[in-house]
């Protein structure tokens, strides 16, 4: 017999699907500013009403063969393909959080035979996954809405952001742990950039807390300040980071590489994450964006990519490969000396190497 916990996956799917046959509605109608509840669905070509029985997720779109039952136009396989990639996202959100315990929350350890043999899944789960896929929904949306328009709604990031804050303050680190558990086994009084890899803080929703020991005026646990401040932190260290590179690019090349969509949409990671996994975030957002870059250089010929969803990606990866992470990154975000120091090197190197690359492109003209 299946486990019970993996028949969960069946609900949480058709939520996904009906959360996705939702953001396909954000995303034809919120770029144009345009209002989510009226008018209800329509068909673009003749108007008529697509009735309920005619928008059921996923299944609709085979049923009518992709086409309009009162005129028979076509509608594009991207509502198809929206709503099956939200469907699986939940999905998978739920069984790396929940089955496989990805975050290594100490809760869903101690209650592993009961979560995957009875499926009886602790409430703290379901906010954790809850907090995951609205960040994912919210990605979704501002993704195609790059795609399509390399634009994305402020209305989105803003909103999403508000989101983000509201979960750091209600759901502030360590939580789900208590934080004699976060802190067990730890050495008191010593920097945690001078913790050996394997003895890190426990991870909590936001993985980390803004800074580490925490100062006097940060008690753990605490809504108001504890999670206010990495909330806060995330936000500003999110927006701040792809603005200079954005200005540093565009003072050294002359060119637009990044857009100010991506530095709300990092903003909005940053209130959901804190502001440690929004810079590992954006790196990690790199390597999907060279190879899409090659990508469309080869199928169409162009060179501008919206960086929109390989932002996404590097967040979803930074999101729930924090576990793996970590242990290699603690040692330089909890030494503050060392931040600075690398901070400055490298926004002097990208300043330079885009003073040299702009010379060199003046010089050929
Ligand atoms: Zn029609």
């Known amino acids: 017999m299946i486990p019970l916990g993996y ?9 996904g699907a009906a959360v996705g046959s939702f953001l396909n509605v954000c995303i034809h ?62 999905a998978a959100l739920f069984h790396l959080v ?15 035979w009961s979560i995957h043999e009875r499926g009886e899944v602790p409430w703290e789960a379901w906010v954790v996954v809850g907090h995951h896929a609205l960040l994912f929904s919210l990605l979704v949306v501002t993704s195609f809405c790059d795609l399509d328009h390399r634009e994305i ?4 990031t803003g909103w999403g952001t508000v989101a983000g804050l509201a979960f750091a303050i209600a759901c502030p680190w360590p939580w789900p742990h208590t934080v004699s558990e976060a802190l067990a086994g ?25 800074w580490g020991p925490l100062p006097d005026w940060l008690s753990p646990g605490d809504p108001w300040t504890t999670g206010l401040a990495t909330g806060l ?11 200079s590179i954005r200005f540093l690019f565009s003072v050294g090349l002359g060119v637009e590489a990044l857009g100010l969509g991506d530095a709300d949409i990092l903003m909005m990671a940053g209130a959901f994450l804190g502001w440690q996994p929004a810079v590992i975030a954006f790196f990690l957002a790199v390597f999907p964006a060279v190879v899409l870059g090659i990508g469309q ?17 590097g967040i979803l990866g930074a999101m729930l490969g924090w576990a793996w992470i970590a242990p290699a990154v603690q040692v330089l975000f909890f030494n503050g000396l060392l931040l600075l120091v690398l901070a400055l090197l490298s926004g002097t190197f990208l300043f330079l190497s885009g003073l040299g690359l702009g010379l060199m492109r003046k010089m050929r003209e």
């Open 153 to 156: 709604p402020l209305s989105v």
């Open 29 to 90: 109608r919120l770029p144009l500013e345009k209002s989510l509840l009226w008018p209800g669905s329509r068909c673009v070509s003749c108007l008529e009403p697509i009735r309920w029985y005619d928008n059921l997720p996923l299944l609709s779109w085979w049923l009518l063969r992709g086409r309009c039952r009162t005129c028979g136009a076509r509608f594009s396989v991207r509502y198809f393909l929206v709503e099956l990639l939200t469907a699986a996202g939940f």
């Open 98 to 112: 929940v089955l496989e315990n990805v975050h290594r929350f100490e809760l869903l350890s101690r209650q592993q």
């Open 233 to 243: 932190a995330g936000l500003l260290v999110g927006s701040i980071l792809v603005r």
């Open 186 to 210: 730890m050495p008191q009084g010593l920097p945690w950039w001078l913790l050996s890899p394997t003895v890190g803080p426990r991870f909590g929703l936001y993985p980390w807390p803004v």
């Open 297 to 313: 250089l080869i199928v169409r010929g162009e060179h501008a990519v919206p960086f929109g969803p390989s932002l996404a990606v």
């Open 7 to 15: 028949l969960w996956l069946i609900p949480v799917f058709v939520v």
